[in-house]
């Protein structure tokens, strides 16, 4: 870490850092008292090289760092970008990881105004809806996550159903609407059970309680909104089951509006490609792939009495079918082999040339011949790898061309190499 010198510019002493409890200052915390406040001066005071960046502690800071679920600020300290806010949790001094190196001394510091607004809706946001599953159903959030285009909480829930998420949402959003108050709480330690948390929490000392007039508290060090309105809206995006929880993906806000514009140039893109009604596309899209489905299978009716006629057609010349063919797909090759054999006394050895060189060797079930043996000396020789059963095996990745492979297994077949 590196310590103020006399003459006033950081010295990163990178070689010889001491351990994190040396930091002397406990950073004040501005956004604590007030998120709003985007611009401030501060006093740099000591520094730490992080992860070969320049690190700098202040004797206080309104930058957020990475905490609770929700991302670090960013912005800049004396026009320097800040690219990351960390906290040294035993000491409770924050890190500012900063792109260049700045001078010792007073300090002027921006932060980024848009992603803090983000922030705030969000994580206001994330306690809104948390406490509405609370309300509706008595299920708990376990954890929180603040992305950068979706938001996640996990719900102590083995399923939720979309109605009862669109219940939830409902609650949330007349929340919203009825912009209440948003404020902050400092609780002693030994009056925490009564300030009435959604949540039990394990912090010590005095709690900062983030309190949703008449409807959640909640212990939270996060940045915030002053009113539930400016939260604009809540909108649940997903929904995922795993391990005896449930996953709550979420939006709020100006990303509401974002994903509703893109959702609506999507709609309208379908839409005109159908040439039906916006609202009634759906149903168009589910006609349409069930037509899909079914011209699916027709076709594969098609091509597998198209296989059993060209099967029926194969020439077979002294109990060998042997052909080479053209980005046939290694499943129709397979199919084939399968139908060739289904006569008496014949092994099939086809390749395919797509985008790598592919083999299928196939035998008649009355055949003593093993092509899984074969096909295991045709790689040992072209290079490659499958594997499969005494009457029917498959290999990929070959050397060498389609004529010299089949050649090779068309040698060992009629000289019993092996087999």
Known sequence: MGILPASGRFMCTTCRLRPLRSISVKTGRLYYDDPYLLEFDATAVETRSVGGHFGVVLDKTAFYPTSGGQPNDLGTINDVPLID???????GALIHVLQDTIDAGPVHCRIDAGRRADHMQQHSGQ????????????????????????????????????????????????????????????????????????????????????DIEGYDRSACGGTHVRTTGEIGGILITGLERAKKQTRVQFICGDRVIRYARMANHALEAIS???????????????????EHQQLRK?????????????????????????????????????????????????????????????????????????????????????????????????????TGSAAEVLQFAQDRCTGGSGM
């Not at 806010?85 to 000491?91: A, V």
């Not at 959030?141 to 109605?163: K, P, Q, W, Y």
């Not at 499943?331 to 084939?336: G, N, V």
């Open 127 to 210: 306690h809104v809806l948390s406490q509405a599953f609370v309300e509706l159903f008595d299920w708990p959030t376990v954890s929180f996550h603040l992305g950068a285009v979706n938001c996640t909480i996990d719900l102590a829930a083995d399923g939720v159903s979309r109605e009862q998420a669109e219940k939830a949402e409902d609650l949330a959003n007349r929340v919203i609407r009825d912009n209440r108050g948003v404020f902050v709480r400092y609780v002693a330690e030994e009056n925490i059970v009564e300030a009435g948390l959604r949540k039990a929490t394990e912090r010590a000392g005095k709690i900062r309680v983030i």
């Open 298 to 398: 027709q076709i594969e009716q098609l091509e597998s009495q198209l296989i059993d006629y060209e099967a029926a057609q194969f020439p077979v010349n002294n109990g060998l079918a042997v052909a080479s063919f053209k980005n046939r797909g290694i499943d129709k090759l397979k199919m084939l082999a399968s139908r060739i054999c289904s006569r008496p006394g014949t092994i099939a050895l086809l390749a395919d040339e797509g985008d790598q060189l592919r083999v299928v060797f196939a035998r008649s079930a009355d055949s003593k011949v093993d092509v899984a043996a074969l096909l295991k000396q045709t790689v040992e020789r072209f290079g490659g790898r499958g594997g499969g059963r005494s009457n029917l095996a498959q290999g990929g990745g070959l």
């Open 85 to 91: 806010c960390i906290e040294d949790e035993p000491t």
């Open 272 to 290: 005109q490609t159908i040439s039906a009604p916006p609202l009634e596309s759906a149903a168009a899209v589910r006609n349409l792939w069930e």
